[in-house]
């Protein structure tokens, strides 16, 4: 994909939709393995970006309940509230769902690396006071960490295991510390981010082939293995792995979506009695993590590298998308 900087037109205004000037927005990592194609979710031409904040610069005719000069963050899943997943309480399965910034053979909706994005008034969220436009911009990949722990069952006593030391990963590091969680083992392949796995969180953190990582969970769990696991990374090998280190009955709960196939190991799964979901996106999350942040309870700044222009933007991709060492979140401004 060619990524460039350039003029565009002003996003058209729905009647209840609002625009935002924006002020800061991330890089996700699906915005940077899109990039190149390989996921078919971001289908050229697109303007990208979907973790973002900024100030309604303008209101559609029949918005009400929002103003020009609002401080707003916005969910990344646009969806129908007359919906029937929507009114089951599950909008981030809606029928017909869009997602900011992201282009695939069903849909597109441009985003928020621009100076202007158009949402719905439904998907906006006021930003608190003491919540800054850069900590704003972080409550996405935050609100899509809380949504894997809140499905996957989580109990205070429970031995949870978080393969994918990355930005998502480490954010389920964090809540999981919140909601009390007293064994937590991360596992990357960066020695980088298993020290910073450590400051925020976990208790021990491996890469894959260190025996001392077989060798803890055998000694917390009475060999048994994980209770938990939360994959975050969405490839063959990391699945399995989690496969292998969970006890039998465990949960095993996964958010990255890197790979569209894997190979499953199919006995281990069936003859070990193993609960298996998929967590998608946030359904809700959104307002829980605006709080903890305003009171100082998470700091999504942890995994903040860099705030950098808009018009740099393109650098910043070829960058992430090398894998340069010490390089998690980058927030671009325009």
Known sequence: MNLQ??????????????????KAVGICGSDVHGMDGSTGRRIPPIIMGHEASGEIAQTGAMVTEWKPGDRVTFDSTIYDLSDWYTRKGMYNLSDGRKVIGVSTEEFKKHGAFAEFVSVPEHILHKIPDTVSYTEAALVEPAAVAMHAISISGLKPDDLVLVVGAGMVGMFVIQLLRIKGCKKIIAVDLEEERLHLAKKVGADHAFKPSDPQL????????????????????????????????????????????????????????????????????????????????????????????????????????????????????????P
């Open 5 to 22: 900087y350039q003029e565009v037109p002003l996003p058209s205004l729905e009647e209840r939709e609002v625009l935002v000037k924006v």
């Open 214 to 333: 077989v060798n803890t969970i055998n000694s917390l769990s009475d060999r048994r293995g994980a209770d938990l696991a939360i994959e975050v990374v969405g490839i063959s090998d990391t699945i399995s792995l989690a496969i292998d280190l969970t006890r039998k009955g465990a949960t095993l709960t996964l958010v990255g979506n890197v790979s569209p196939t894997i190979q499953l190991p199919l006995q281990k799964v069936v003859t070990r009695q193993l609960r298996i979901q998929g967590s998608c996106a946030i359904n809700g999350e959104y307002p829980a993590v605006l709080e903890l942040i305003a009171h100082k309870k998470l700091d999504v700044t942890t995994i903040l590298s860099a705030e950098a222009p808009l018009e740099e933007g393109p650098s910043w991709f070829k960058r992430l998308y090398e894998r340069e060492k010490k390089l998690m979140k980058v927030i671009l401004k």
